[in-house]
């Protein structure tokens, strides 16, 4: 089956610092997303990427689509502590609703006050 | 509105009883799925709908009966679950197809089976 590869696997920051995680892939994907999890929640998705190349913004969060489509990186500049939590990617091998998310093994952040 | 809801958020059952997970979304999408996540682990895909038709099925064990009443409800039946079946349960839809067709998760049921 497919697999992505996301790394770290987890992270200390201290407040501040900016943070930056990865996912690769063997297989080209149509879609990137990127979610947040807190402690017995559901996934929240922070960005969504669909074109190789493409760079997306949402506040202090920055998420490209690698040109080759195998890849993807997050960055979060200057953490604060609710960034604390578990960051999953996920792709998308066909822009279609039905097509099943594939999900890395997620970044566990702690950010140190 | 991009909110799934899913009810309850919390459930302990016996491992004779017989209990539903329900989940709804009226953002207008036409596929929802069930996921099943382990502590530290990602979510699991179980099954997927597609126009209230059940599209994926991931071998998941019969005791877990999936049932999509109209295009805004899903339900997940359990019976004679088994205590390695506790998990966080996440419900999700997306659109059907086409850029947008990310899916947005519920907060999901945390499950423990005795």
């Known amino acids: 089956g497919q697999q992505l590869n996301q790394s770290p696997q987890s992270m200390f920051i201290q407040e501040g610092e900016d943070v930056s995680m990865n996912c690769t892939s063997s297989?080209?994907?149509?879609?990137w997303l990127w979610y947040k999890q807190d402690p017995g929640e559901g996934p929240v998705l922070l960005i969504a990427?669909?074109?190789?190349?493409e760079l997306t913004s949402n506040g202090r969060l920055t998420a490209q689509f690698g040109i080759t489509r195998k890849d993807s990186f997050l960055n979060i500049s200057a953490s604060i502590p609710s960034d604390v939590g578990i960051y999953f990617c996920?792709?998308?091998?066909?822009?279609?609703?039905?097509?099943?998310?594939?999900f890395g093994k997620g970044t566990r952040l702690s950010v140190i006050a | 509105d991009t909110e799934v809801t899913q009810t309850p958020k919390h459930l302990v059952m016996g491992m004779t009883n017989k209990k539903s997970l329900k989940c709804e979304q009226h953002?207008?999408?036409?596929?929802m799925y069930w996921y099943k996540q382990k502590a530290k682990k990602p979510p699991e895909l179980m099954f997927v709908?597609?126009?209230?038709?059940?599209?994926i099925n991931e071998s998941v064990p019969s005791r877990f009966s999936p049932e999509c009443p109209n295009s805004s409800l899903l339900n997940l039946h359990l019976h004679a679950l088994q205590p390695e079946d506790s998990a966080l349960y996440l419900c999700?839809?997306?659109?059907?197809?086409?850029?947008?067709?990310?899916?947005?998760f519920g907060q999901g049921t945390r499950l423990t089976v005795v």
């Open positions: 999700a839809s997306s659109r059907d197809r086409g850029p947008g067709a990310e899916a947005f």
């Open positions: 297989s080209i994907f149509n879609t």
């Open positions: 990427l669909y074109k190789a190349g």
């Open positions: 996920a792709g998308q091998l066909r822009n279609s609703g039905n097509t099943p998310l594939v």
């Open positions: 953002m207008g999408h036409r596929a």
């Open positions: 709908y597609s126009y209230e038709k059940l599209s």
